[in-house]
T-cell receptor, first 114, second 120 residues
């Protein structure tokens, strides 16, 4: 069975600082994908970034990057130059090959202070 | 382009009543997912469809829950009769599914804004 662990229930960061949100995963499959979603207070789930297990380069999307360390089974989200609008819940999720189900972690609530 | 559209955004009902949640997926997507989000259990998949056909409903909590997808542009999740423990946010998501051939296909799931259900 797959499992996603996000050990930081909440984080507080000053505006313009970089922030790293932790995600570790557990699977015996060799082919899998890792996803990060953002859930602002309005409630919608917004896709941010994707990393495939065979991707050699860490994924980047604008201010978001994924620090993928396969041997450690970690897929941390890095947000550079944080903004007030980054305040939200952030969820890490995984899909294994052949399945369509996303397995989510419990989330990290990020608060950006001015 | 319109994203996944869910209605209603909020639903308040009394125990025992029937509740119907609606979803319009992104045009051209061929997979549709229903998730439920609660504080205790987080986000969990209830059921998903490929090409309008239910594939896995193992996450549906019990027979009171049913889901249909009569065509590619519409799906419903029905709870009958509703109970207070069904109170949650229900999300619909859609994706364009490519088969995993060697490397994993991204098959990114795009979510709707959710329906917040309160059963009194």
């Amino acid at each position: 069975a797959q499992k996603i662990t996000q050990t930081q229930p909440g984080m507080f960061v000053q505006e313009k600082e970089a922030v790293t949100l932790d995600c570790t995963y557990d699977t015996s499959d060799q082919s899998y994908g890792l996803f990060w979603y953002k859930q602002p207070s309005s409630g919608e789930m917004i896709f941010l970034i994707y990393q495939g297990s065979y991707d050699e380069q860490n994924a980047t999307e604008g201010r978001y990057s994924l620090n993928f360390q396969k041997a450690r089974k970690s897929a941390n989200l890095v947000i550079s130059a944080s903004q007030l609008g980054d305040s939200a819940m952030y969820f890490c999720a995984m899909r294994i090959q052949g399945a369509q189900k996303l397995v989510f972690g419990q989330g990290t609530r990020l608060t950006i202070n001015p | 382009d319109a994203g996944v559209i869910q209605s209603p955004r909020h639903e308040v009902t009394e125990m025992g009543q029937e509740v119907t949640l609606r979803c319009k997926p992104i045009s051209g997507h061929n997979s549709l997912f229903w998730y439920r989000q609660t504080m205790m259990r987080g986000l969990e998949l209830l059921i998903y469809f490929n090409n309008n056909v239910p594939i896995d409903d193992s996450g549906m909590p019990e027979d009171r829950f049913s889901a249909k997808m009569p065509n590619a542009s519409f799906s419903t999740l029905k709870i009958q009769p509703s109970e207070p423990r069904d109170s949650a946010v229900y999300f619909c998501a859609s994706s364009f599914r490519l088969r995993d051939r060697g490397p994993l296909a991204k098959n990114i799931q795009y979510f709707g804004a959710g329906t917040r259900l309160s059963v009194l």
